[in-house]
């Protein structure tokens, strides 16, 4: 399994980034998918979350309104579309990927609920 993050990079306060996490070695339709992101020195956070169909999305509080997770099943690729961004958003974003047995849809929102990890694209928001 491969997670393969992308579209991190430096933007003013204000700006906008979209995100990708492109999957590959997997059934992508079987995973849910989340987004978490990191500062160095500080404890990895959760971000937003989709699940497997896609008809269900959950937000950090901080970032609810001006973040927006989706997916697109035919390219195995999660996004994050990253509104309104803040200084406080700069961080190294990871996707991850957690495998779904049978009919559950469910969310995830803790970072040992999944499976497989990106290697991380550094998002920096300038004031």
């Known amino acids: 399994v491969q997670l393969q993050a992308s579209g991190g990079g430096l933007v003013q306060a204000g700006g906008s980034l979209r995100l990708s996490c492109a999957a590959s070695?997997?059934?992508?339709?079987?995973?849910?998918m989340g987004w978490f992101r990191q500062v160095p020195g500080k404890e990895r956070e959760f971000v937003a979350s989709?699940?497997?169909?896609?008809?269900?999305?959950d937000y950090a509080d901080s970032v609810k309104g001006r973040f927006t997770i989706s997916r697109s099943d035919a390219k195995n690729t999660v996004y994050l579309q990253m509104n309104s961004l803040k200084p406080e958003d700069s961080a190294v974003y990871y996707c991850?990927?957690?495998?779904?047995?049978?009919?559950?849809?469910?969310?995830?929102?803790?970072?040992?609920?999944?499976?497989?990890w990106g290697q991380g694209t550094l998002v920096t928001v300038s004031s």
């Open positions: 989709i699940s497997k169909s896609g008809s269900k999305a």
């Open positions: 991850a990927a957690r495998f779904i047995a049978g009919g559950a849809d469910s969310i995830f929102k803790g970072g040992y609920e999944y499976n497989y």
């Open positions: 070695r997997i059934t992508f339709n079987n995973y849910a």
